[in-house]
């Protein structure tokens, strides 16, 4: 029998959103509802899929700005805060790995947070946290908190990072980073590989060369990019 195609990647939108403390630049997480499918319980950035009508009528082939007003949609559904368009930083655009059953092809854009207070609704988001990104990574690592991948390693790179004005500077000034994660199953877990990566687009996990992925395992969470 022929192999099962994937499942189609639904497009979708995220929207990172940072504010400054005197501790350096926290993140909002927000936890999805432990009975939804996709990352039920994990702490995630405010996102969802884009709908028809997130399309411009003048161009409704423009994904970019489909995806642009998805994010602000969303920061302002599931967190009750109001974003612009034009205040949002292309960071990087995330596919699910084809091994899933479910998937989507998401935009990752970055803003600042504003001074409005955060509302969840109780249903699809049931809690929410400010948290530096360091502080959120040691929670993940001790398992007081679930992270699906692309979270965890954009709060990785978000911990170079003082204050949001240079976190939305630098981002900006940055090529996006398109990840096509590519699954493998490993002995206490399993390793994603991203494009760089000398096994991206192998079968062999070790093929020497050049590093760009996530391990996964029981002992704990690890990402290696090398050159």
């Known amino acids: 029998m022929p192999d099962t195609p994937p499942a189609p990647a639904r497009p ?114 049931h809690a929410h946290r400010w948290m530096r990104p360091h502080d959120a990574l040691d929670a993940q690592r001790a398992g007081e908190i679930e992270l699906p991948p692309p979270t965890f390693v954009t709060l990785l790179k978000l911990q170079d990072y003082s204050t949001a004005d240079a976190a939305l500077a630098a981002i900006a000034a940055q090529e996006p980073e398109v990840f096509l994660p590519q699954h493998f199953k490993i002995p206490g877990g399993a390793c994603t590989v991203y494009r760089g990566d000398a096994s991206f687009d192998h079968d062999e996990i070790d093929r020497p060369g050049p590093r760009h992925r996530l391990y996964m395992i029981k002992s704990g969470w690890r990402y290696e990019h090398t050159f």
């Open 12 to 125: 979708s939108a995220t929207v990172i959103l940072i504010r400054d403390t005197n501790d350096g630049i926290e993140t909002l997480l927000l936890r999805r509802n432990s009975k939804l499918a996709f990352h039920g319980g994990a702490w995630v950035f405010p996102g969802g899929r884009i709908d028809p009508e997130d399309y411009p009528a003048s161009d409704p082939s423009d994904d970019y700005a489909a995806a642009c007003r998805a994010a602000v949609r969303e920061s302002y559904e599931e967190a009750g805060l109001t974003v612009q368009t034009d205040e949002l930083v292309y960071l990087s655009h995330w596919t699910t790995p084809i091994v899933l059953p479910k998937r989507f092809a998401t935009w990752f854009f970055i803003a600042a947070a504003g001074r409005g207070a955060v509302r969840v609704d109780g249903g699809e988001i």
